[in-house]
């Protein structure tokens, strides 16, 4: 249990409380960068994935480009990132927009192509045109998937930003950062626990957000490969 | 580039990520038969690797440093995790969605519980595994460099010394090797897929 008491102990101490760069301001920060580059994230990928739905061409291609997404390494688009153009908002937003994007686009093609064309027929079928359709029809039934997608780009990037505190990033990955460059584990210790503290966190933000956005009969379990 | 070292690396990477999939697929065919068999056992292991599954991989390498030291170990119990909680529903999908007369032809033709599992369920699951399989091994690939961060070496090395001698070419040379590295293990999955799946073959 020395780690948990390690923490605890570091947690606890009134020096992690106040000054300049205290635990709220941290928690803050991360929250802010991640809130960030998922908006930017769902930007760009809800209208693609969802256009590409719609209209179904393109899908074979996004699925398998977002399969092999999944193997470009965090850290070392991080670091190229400052090598190549130094520590700057752009440094760290582009990594962590880049990594949100492909379960946000996958999951909103797929929410949106998957849709029963039965459903698809009825709403020609009462008159609707092709726009009213996605926007009465198509989009309701695919907001699981697109929350899904959404909750998956959030948890990459809370992840993300975590070790982004190596490329000079502020929040919560200072203090593992900073930690162990300074072999100070009750800190390493401390931040460890707010960072997970904190994932699980907007895992809740999300299961309510998901309460609040999806419509009850289409509250089902959903899950895919974000 | 110092290639000696390059090579190391690239065999070290690939068995912090390898071996946490295979590790993981070792756990998750027992633990994703008994959810599919009992659906109470399923109710609290679903959210589980929901909950698992979303805490940063640096949170749970210093967590481990504790009790595993700076070994590969600390590495490998978190991809370990990650891949668990990708291969357990994956595992519990391609059984459930065996449609039911295939099982009552295997029963009729007078197959116990076990011998229908082994010849007839898991068989036919093997395509939604091996989907499963190639998500945790991809990833895990990748996340291996990010344990070079409490100093477990990986090609994670050439992205810290790249990044500190300003040096790109070094940062590109890995990054390139840890794709190459993914996307090796994933051909080699889908041909195992399409090896153990001779029926599919159009």
Redo the contacts between chains.
């Keep these: 249990m020395?780690?948990l008491s390690?923490a605890w102990n570091w947690l606890k101490s009134p020096a992690q409380w106040h000054g300049s760069a205290d635990i709220p301001i941290r928690i803050l920060q991360h929250l802010g960068y991640s809130g960030l580059s998922l908006l930017v994230a769902a930007l760009i990928a809800l209208p693609a994935g969802i256009w590409i739905g719609h209209t179904g061409r393109g899908g074979v291609v996004v699925v398998n480009v977002a399969?092999?997404w999944?193997?470009?390494?965090?850290?070392?688009?991080l670091?190229?990132m400052?090598?190549?153009i130094g520590f700057s908002a752009l440094a760290w937003l582009v990594p962590l927009v880049v990594l949100a994007i492909p379960p946000i686009l996958v999951n909103a093609y797929e929410g949106v192509a998957g849709v029963d064309p039965g459903l698809r027929d009825a709403a020609r079928g009462m008159g609707m045109t092709g726009w009213q359709s996605l926007r009465k029809v198509e989009l309701p039934v695919a907001l699981p998937l697109i929350m899904l997608g959404l909750r998956t780009g959030a948890?990459f990037v809370?992840?993300?930003a975590?070790?982004a505190a190596?490329?000079g990033l502020g929040g919560l990955?200072r203090y593992?950062?900073d930690g162990?460059s300074q072999s100070n584990?009750a800190e390493?210790?401390g931040?460890?626990v707010l960072?997970?503290l904190l994932?699980?966190l907007?895992?809740v933000i999300f299961v309510i957000l998901r309460f609040l956005i999806v419509p009850a009969p289409l509250r089902i379990?959903a899950?895919s490969?974000g | 580039m110092n290639w000696p070292l390059l090579w190391q690396y690239t065999g070290a990477n690939a068995l912090l990520g390898v071996l946490p999939a295979v590790i993981g697929l070792a756990i998750a065919l027992p633990l994703g038969v008994a959810c599919a068999r009992w659906r109470w056992f399923y109710v609290p292991v679903?959210p589980l690797t929901?909950?698992l599954?979303?805490?940063?991989?640096?949170?749970?390498f210093?967590?481990l440093?504790?009790?595993t030291g700076l070994s590969n170990a600390t590495v490998i119990i978190p991809l370990t995790l990650f891949s668990l909680c990708?291969l357990v529903?994956?595992v519990v999908d391609g059984i459930r969605s065996v449609p039911q007369p295939v099982r009552q032809a295997a029963t009729a033709m007078g197959f116990g519980p076990l011998r229908r599992l082994v010849r007839v369920e898991l068989p036919l699951a093997v395509p939604v595994i091996i989907?499963?399989l190639?998500?945790a091994v991809?990833?895990s690939?990748?996340?291996a460099?990010?344990g070079?961060?409490?100093g477990v070496s990986s090609?994670?090395y050439f992205?810290?010394d790249?990044?500190q001698r300003?040096?790109?070419e070094e940062?590109?040379v890995?990054?390139a090797a840890?794709?190459a590295l993914?996307?090796v293990c994933?051909l080699l999955l889908v041909g195992t897929r399409r090896l153990a799946t001779p029926w599919s073959r159009g």
Excluded at chain 2, 53 to 60: E, F, H, Q, T
Aim: zero cysteines; proline letters at 4%; aromatic letters at 10%.
């Design positions: 020395s780690f390690f399969n092999a999944r193997a470009i390494p965090t850290l070392g688009l670091v190229l400052v090598v190549l948890i809370v992840a993300t975590t070790i190596e490329i990955g593992i950062i162990l584990y390493v210790a931040g460890a960072v997970v994932a699980l907007v895992q379990q899950r490969d | 679903l929901t909950i599954y979303s805490i940063p991989s640096l949170a749970l210093v967590v440093i504790d009790y990708v529903p994956n989907a499963g190639r998500i991809v990833s690939i990748s996340l460099s990010v070079q961060l409490i090609l994670g992205f810290l790249g990044f300003d040096f790109p940062i590109y890995a990054g840890i794709i993914a996307l994933d």
